[in-house]
């Protein structure tokens, strides 16, 4: 599976991330707990996968990912967030990500993984 960043300052849920992907095979994900580090090692050495919280310490996940898009990042795009579809945040990550790009704390670790893999090797459509 291809290269993965998590952004997320939540230390407990990227330990459950960290175990799950190993559990499923997946050896090359990094993290990040702030924006500043994401939007750097994203210069280094893009993702295929940048997995992002909304709320973080320095900014917003969305913000984030919206930057790396400036500066060229072309990869896919998840939002976790605690926060519920009703927050004004959660509807602009739809609006760019689309109703399956945001999965709701706590997830279930069964659809995470199903959208990591659409979105790592996306259908083809004929």
């Not at 990912?65 to 939002?79: D, S, V």
Request: aromatic content about 4%; proline content about 6%; hydrophobic content about 45%.
């Amino acid at each position: 599976m291809a290269r993965i960043l998590v952004l997320d300052d939540d230390e407990a849920g990227t330990r459950l991330l960290d175990l799950v992907f190993r559990d499923e095979g997946v050896e090359d994900v990094h993290y990040a707990s702030l924006g500043r580090e994401a939007l750097a090692e994203m210069r280094a050495d893009p993702p295929a996968l940048l997995i992002f919280d909304l709320r973080l310490p320095d900014g917003n996940g969305l913000a984030i990912y919206r930057e790396a898009k400036e500066h060229g990042y072309n990869g896919a795009a998840l939002a976790l967030t605690a926060s519920d579809r009703s927050d004004p945040l959660v509807k602009q990550v739809q609006a760019e990500l689309g109703t399956r790009g945001v999965v709701l704390k706590p997830y279930d670790i069964d659809d995470l993984m199903e959208r990591v893999r659409v979105l790592l090797d996306p259908p083809v459509v004929e």
